[in-house]
């Protein structure tokens, strides 16, 4: 699942700055941002016609923050002519046709993988990107669980293809049930056959071992039902946005960029233990828990 999110500001080789107030400026010319929802004025004022297409709140923002994001997420342009309240200042529109001119961020000529609806965690559909970190994976994924994947591209502003999905997950819905990885999450609980789980049944148990099961989709109210399973050595396991991590001691976890950045570092106690990673930008990654004598590495996938 494709999110925006504002990263680190290392290394910009450009200067963003406001060339009058709220407007933001790109190698010294007005910026705009082409996202999947339409091609936006980059401005510290734009309170974000979509919510893909804005990292904050309105006037919360640095010139600074917003050229980082949509050099991450989006395409860079200048020179975009004809965006007024008839368009929505943008809405569905892309730059390339308003008379922009790329100017950085992700490449215009980049090619589309697919577009999926992640049903646990989204209403709206996402491009997969051959730019995406991870893309080939992301595909993968989407064609499993609940979610539905078709051929091509999104349509603008988040809708869905109106045509019958290449893959329909709709069959695998478990019904109300529900699952905790960790503090503030709550996902459907549905079949993940990349991990072995492939009935409704075996998802709900790997629930009850690993995580919190609840009969609501704000995994609150009552106690959740978990169970306990015995522990011996040391057992890793994806899922989602954390680490299953079953050990007989206490547990070191550490997280690397595919290019062997320490990112993220924890313990974990002995015993049954969700690790999340929900804090964590998308991408791949690898992580490796150390307890005791024992050392396992995993892949990771973040949507």
Not at 35 to 46: A, L, N, P, S
Not at 77 to 86: A, F, I, P, Q, R
Not at 170 to 199: F, L, M, R, V
Request: net charge negative.
């Amino acid at each position: 699942m494709t999110k925006r999110y504002l990263l680190p500001l290392l290394g910009l080789a450009l200067t963003a700055s406001q060339a009058w107030a709220g407007a933001c400026s790109y190698n010294s010319k007005p910026m705009f941002c082409q996202w999947e929802t339409g091609c936006y004025e980059v401005t510290t004022e734009y309170s974000g016609i979509e919510s893909g297409a804005n990292a904050c709140a309105a006037g919360s923002c640095t010139c600074a923050a917003l050229v980082t994001n949509c050099e991450n997420f989006g395409t860079i342009y200048s020179g975009v002519t004809g965006l007024n309240e008839d368009n929505n200042y943008g809405k569905g529109l892309k730059c390339s046709n308003q008379g922009g001119k790329f100017e950085g961020g992700q490449d215009p000529s980049r090619t589309s993988l697919g577009c999926c609806l992640w049903a646990d965690t989204e209403t709206s559909c996402w491009t997969i990107w051959s730019s995406d970190e991870g893309a080939t994976d992301k595909v993968s994924q989407c064609k499993s669980g609940t979610n539905k994947f078709w051929n091509g591209e999104c349509p603008t502003g988040g809708s869905c293809p109106s045509g019958t999905p290449d893959y329909d997950g709709s069959a695998n819905d478990c019904g109300n049930h529900w699952c905790s990885w960790g503090a503030g999450t709550c996902y459907k609980i549905a079949p993940d056959p990349a991990e072995g789980i492939t009935t409704c049944a075996d998802a709900i148990t790997n629930c009850q071992n690993y995580g919190e099961y609840f009969t609501n989709s704000s995994c609150s109210g009552g106690s959740p039902v978990m169970k306990i399973q015995p522990v011996m050595g040391l057992i890793v396991a994806t899922h989602g946005r954390a680490l299953h991590i079953s050990s007989d001691r206490d547990a070191k976890v550490t997280l690397y960029t595919l290019g062997g950045q320490k990112v993220l570092s924890g313990k974990v106690n002995a015993g049954n233990s969700v690790f999340s990673l929900m804090n964590q930008n998308p991408g791949v990654y690898y992580a490796v828990v150390q307890s005791g004598a024992y050392t396992q590495t995993v892949n990771v996938v973040l949507k």
